[in-house]
């Protein structure tokens, strides 16, 4: 069956897949091999090693176990009691291209359970890295079947991540502004309310973009460092919307401090006017556009043509469509 | 400065038209002050450099061929960590502040966005100028031989066909790729990579030799050229 994109296919690939068949726990880890260290998040799956000093590799360790009922699931009748399947667990760290595994057993796999440790050397890893186990076919199927999978190495079940967070966070990356992490609440600085973000100008010279922690899911996603695939895409659509906003708010603050001779007073001002002033008045010599930008900002007539332009240049140069497209491309069409 | 630094984050508060276009050719040292923050490990550059030098004398400047050459230089003269090639402050600090001409010689000035990705870049693999070279270096170098780094590099769709992908991280499948088709036009590079992702959506890459995954490429290709 022809599946047409990988976000469908995860949740509905062309064969049965279980992909919380596997039951995947770490319950400890140790660094550069000391004492064992039972302080992880069960429940939110994390191993936090990003306040714990100087280190070289981490061992952790866990159990995994499948059981009868998602051997039966994934494979057709004849092959279930001698299952043409190897676990393993898969390691990932998107910041340094890593992808590596360690095998956990070959055919014949038990039902018994397994105790596992898996070490990874932190010259390898940046920021976070994931642990995540899969059940993969070992070889071909002669079986005639439109349900099972049957090639070797196709994946057949799997299980929720385990993430490691080997630095402190580090926050997206802003062009122009520092982008920082924090809760919203009880803080005076920042607007009470359910904020997604603010754009902090208290220090006029360095502003600061602020994103609300309180929102986790979608500090995750912001967080996220793909490359491709769904979680990439709607972090970038949610960033078009955060950046239509910022940027607005950054040309409108740099409008106002154009003096006479169209200087401004920050470096940032006259980056960020030298990035949108041809589109904001194409065809106007730059000294000028800046020159009418500083009038037409603190003109009452001339205010709701100002915003349109503004709005329509960002829209220019930030291309947020190509983001939109992906986004359903992804989701629809590979 | 001889030794690598980096830049925090916020540097691109420095990119202007005049900086990315040439007509200003350095940043001054006192708007960038500001910014520069000690690595860790102490790495000398002093190899790094005349590397570049080399690579900027003895090639045509805006060529693709500048990264056949470059690439495996840039690799072994800047002996990091996967962990520190992951700081993207360091390609800032050696494209943005120490050589920028470099960036000039590779590539020509013809937007400012583009000119951007190419001296502020990052994490993405086509962005920063040293950052794509190290990074494709790293992952088809094979115990030092870099003749599959230069062979990546023979033709840019191939080397854009690999790392657009997620099989990118796994570095068997980075050298059954370029073993397999770096001989082959672009066409069929482009339709058979194509393919062959879709093929691997299914397939767990870490489960997978080189071998296994020689024969998923080989097939493809195989099968596109048949009906080209």
């Known amino acids: 069956m022809e599946s047409r994109s990988r976000s469908i296919q995860r949740r509905y690939l062309p064969y049965r897949y279980d992909k919380h068949g596997i039951d995947f726990s770490i319950s400890s880890f140790r660094l550069d091999g000391g004492e064992k260290i039972t302080d992880v998040n069960q429940e939110r799956r994390l191993i936090s090693l990003e306040n714990r000093g100087k280190w070289d590799e981490v061992t952790v360790s866990g159990e995994i176990k499948i059981d009868q009922d998602v051997i039966d699931d994934v494979l057709p009748v004849e092959e279930r009691l001698q299952p043409p399947v190897k676990i393993y667990i898969a390691s990932r760290c998107e910041y340094t291209y890593l992808r590596e595994s360690k095998l956990i057993d070959s055919p014949p796999v038990s039902l018994e359970g397994y105790d596992f440790s898996v070490t990874l050397s932190r010259n390898r890893l940046r920021n976070t890295a994931s642990l995540k186990p899969y059940i993969i076919r070992t070889g071909d199927s002669n079986a005639e079947t439109d349900e099972f999978a049957t090639a070797k190495g196709v994946r057949l079940a799997s299980s929720k991540s385990w993430e490691i967070r080997v630095d402190v966070q580090e926050s997206p990356s802003g062009e122009y502004l520092e982008v920082l992490y924090d809760s919203f609440e009880n803080k005076d600085y920042l607007p009470e309310g359910d904020q997604v973000y603010h754009l902090d100008f208290r220090e006029a010279k360095n502003p600061t973009l602020w994103l609300n922690s309180d929102h986790e899911k979608i500090t995750r996603v912001l967080d996220s460092r793909a490359r491709r695939g769904p979680d990439a895409r709607v972090r970038d659509v949610f960033f078009d919307q955060i950046s239509q906003s910022v940027w607005t708010q950054l040309i409108v603050h740099a409008a106002t401090n154009i003096d006479e001779e169209g200087e401004v007073r920050y470096d940032w001002e006259d980056s960020v006017l030298d990035r949108f002033i041809n589109d904001i008045y194409p065809d106007t010599d730059e000294n000028e556009a800046r020159t009418k930008l500083s009038q037409d900002i603190m003109s009452k007539e001339k205010l709701p043509d100002i915003t349109s332009r503004i709005d329509s240049a960002l829209q220019t140069r930030l291309r947020c469509h190509e983001n939109m497209t992906k986004v359903i491309e992804e989701a629809l069409d590979d | 400065m001889t030794e690598l630094w980096r830049l925090s984050q916020g540097i691109k508060r420095l990119s202007t038209e005049e900086f990315l ?49 470059a690439a ?8 990091l960590t996967r962990r520190q090639a992951a700081d993207e402050g360091i390609w800032h600090y050696l ?24 001296f502020f870049g990052c994490g993405e693999w086509d962005t920063n100028t040293l950052y794509r070279l190290w990074w494709a270096a790293e992952l088809t170098e094979q115990d030092g031989d870099y003749s599959l780094t230069r062979e990546i590099f023979t033709q840019q769709s191939l080397v854009r066909a690999i790392f657009d992908r997620d099989l990118c991280m796994y570095q068997p499948a980075v050298h059954s ?52």
């Open chain 2, 72 to 79: 495996p230089e840039v690799h072994r003269t800047l002996p």
């Open chain 2, 21 to 69: 276009s040439g007509e200003k050719q350095e940043l001054e040292y006192e708007k960038y002050e500001g910014y520069l923050e000690e690595v860790e490990e102490k790495i000398k550059l002093d190899g790094f450099d005349n590397t570049i030098d080399e690579v900027i004398d003895g090639t045509e400047q805006h060529t693709a061929k500048i990264d056949r050459i």
């Open chain 2, 95 to 118: 494209t943005v502040i120490h050589r920028p001409d470099f960036v000039r010689h590779r590539w020509e000035y013809n937007s400012r966005r583009y000119m951007e990705k190419r």
């Open chain 2, 177 to 228: 790729c370029v073993e397999s088709l770096h001989e082959s036009n672009m066409e069929v590079i482009e339709e058979t990579m194509k393919r062959v992702n879709k093929r691997l959506t299914t397939v767990q890459l870490e489960g997978r030799s080189k071998e296994d995954i020689n024969e998923i490429v080989v097939d493809v290709r195989d099968d596109v050229e048949s009906e080209l």
